[in-house]
């Protein structure tokens, strides 16, 4: 991938990431690198729960850190799967990057033998609906 943007040290760090799933249940383990528009690193890891419907993915375990740190403002998110190819970010994740990232920020969707599919918030959710669209 060369965009100009997304850095080849990317791919380590969201490995890093995703190195730090909790996935007793399902044994597929995600990671995501939100990168701040200060370059910050903030890792999210998908960790399971026995009541599934208190799972957290990746993509939204790092936004929820960065807000929770008070980090609003990003320059991209990485995410990597157990899958053979990249993987795109379930219809959760997708609506909650809708919510907090700006439309055009890339989502690069990643492999663990290194490709990489480039992607915005708004190819990932066309037509989205969220709080932007209230003002």
């Not at 850095?7 to 044994?27: C, D, F, I």
């Not at 936004?63 to 990485?78: E, Q, T």
């Not at 290194?114 to 959710?125: F, Q, S």
Request: aromatic share 8%; proline share 5%; charged share 25%.
């Amino acid at each position: 991938m060369n965009d100009g943007l997304f850095k080849k040290e990317w791919l380590t760090e969201v490995q890093e990431a995703q190195s730090r799933a909790y996935t007793p249940y399902s044994n597929f383990n995600v990671g995501a690198l939100l990168i701040t528009e200060d370059d910050e690193y903030i890792y999210g890891a998908n960790i399971e729960n026995a009541a599934y419907p208190a799972s957290i993915c990746a993509e939204r375990s790092a936004l929820v850190s960065a807000y929770s740190n008070n980090k609003r403002k990003f320059k991209a998110i990485v995410v990597v799967t157990d899958a053979p190819g990249p993987a795109s970010p379930c219809g959760e994740c997708r609506q909650v990057m809708k919510e907090l990232c700006h439309d055009e920020m890339p989502v690069y969707l990643t492999s663990k033998s290194g490709e990489v599919i480039k992607r915005t918030v708004d190819d990932l959710l066309p037509l989205g609906f969220s709080g932007k669209d209230m003002d």
